[in-house]
């Protein structure tokens, strides 16, 4: 039997089971209770995590979230009521307190923001661990150049339809994000695929996700975060783990660091300093515009996918309209959007963002 220290003894008892878990022990836990991260999205992956998270006993956890909870969201992001859906609170204010009745010992911080190029090493700061729990990938590679640039590291999570992947980073030890993705390096080539798939060419607003795909890649992000925080870093990073709960089919890839990442070698930070962000303008008195940078769009494509999903898909070769009541969006195939029904540049790109892909 371990011997008990000097922790209080409601501590000791409320955690005891993760301390007889020899990996932790008491000193593991007392450890977790001085720690910190931050979590960027609360979504399905963001909830799930930080249950786990705030009942595992980490000391403070800050939830940064641009959203509000919506009745479709109940399915699958497990800190949410229907009260919160009623009262469409921010999520970053329902986890707060969701989480706060749940585990009053933990300081949780809801923070109600996009996060951005700009605000993006503010929020961050000072903070030992990053969580992505982000449902984009512009936002994943301004938290990749992010965590690069504070020298932090960070876990990369994305789940859409029975499939999810996750992906630990630390910064000059392993591959990070842009090396994993942006590599031409065989491993890199391998996951692209996998990953793309979860997050760049289909969305959970047009595919659909099952919250048990989330659960189970929120547990495997949250258990590399509880050794990351524990500073046992030798099982932690550079695979990219992947696991479809309907197929049953799991992969766990290493991914090679890129000589040449333009990341974590070149540090050419371009999404944190804003360069990468596709910019948005007003256009008319009650639309906003993005104009995407070189991607093209088959919009036929595009429109096949998102018929079952959206009313009034039109497409004439030249540009895809359909609407997402009260909004409606205009696609061009250079990935130029006009999103018309809101002056909300956040609105705008988290449209464009659920329904083209980021
Ligand atoms: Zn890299």
């Not at 220290?5 to 878990?21: G, N, V």
């Not at 963001?46 to 009942?55: E, I, K, M, Q, S």
């Not at 909870?69 to 921010?90: I, K, W, Y």
């Not at 550079?238 to 040449?260: E, I, T």
Request: charged share 25%; glycine share 8%; with cysteine.
């Amino acid at each position: 039997m371990k011997q008990r220290c000097d922790m209080d003894p409601k501590l000791y008892e409320r955690y005891s089971r993760q301390i007889l878990f020899t990996e932790i022990g008491e000193a593991g836990q007392r450890r977790l209770l001085e720690s910190s991260a931050v979590l960027v999205g609360c979504g399905a992956l963001g909830t799930a995590l930080a249950n786990l998270l705030v009942r595992a006993g980490l000391g403070k956890l800050r939830i940064v979230d641009r959203d509000f909870v919506e009745p479709s969201n109940l399915q699958r992001q497990t800190l949410f009521e229907e009260s919160d859906a009623r009262e469409t609170l921010p999520k970053a204010v329902a986890a707060e307190r969701r989480l706060r009745a749940i585990n009053s010992g933990v300081a949780v911080e809801g923070i109600v923001a996009d996060l951005g190029p700009k605000n993006a090493e503010e929020l961050l700061r000072g903070f030992p661990l990053i969580l992505d729990g982000t449902d984009n990938f512009e936002t994943r590679f301004l938290l990749n150049d992010a965590a690069i640039h504070l020298d932090v590291p960070w876990i990369y999570a994305a789940v859409v339809a029975s499939y999810g992947v996750t992906l630990t980073v630390r910064p000059g030890e392993t591959a990070c994000l842009a090396c994993a993705l942006e590599s031409d390096a065989p491993s890199g080539r391998d996951v692209d695929s996998q990953a793309a798939g979860a997050g760049a060419e289909e969305t959970c607003d047009t595919a659909g996700v099952l919250g048990a795909a989330a659960g189970v890649i929120a547990s495997i992000e949250a258990a590399e975060a509880i050794k990351l925080l524990l500073r046992n870093t030798e099982s932690v990073g550079g695979r990219l783990v992947s696991f479809d709960v309907w197929s049953g089919r799991y992969q766990s890839v290493r991914v090679a660091r890129n000589p040449d990442c333009r990341a974590c070698i070149r540090r050419d930070f371009r999404y944190l300093e804003g360069d990468a962000q596709p910019h948005l303008t007003m256009c008319g008195r009650d639309s906003v515009q993005i104009h995407e940078r070189r991607r093209q769009l088959d919009l036929a494509e595009l429109g096949r996918r998102l018929a079952p999903t959206v009313a009034e898909v039109r497409e004439n070769g030249f540009l895809l309209r359909f609407r997402v009541p009260p909004y409606e969006m205009t696609v061009f195939a250079d990935g130029r959007a006009i999103i018309k029904g809101t002056r909300d540049t956040s609105v705008a790109r988290s449209l464009y963002a659920r329904y083209i892909g980021a």
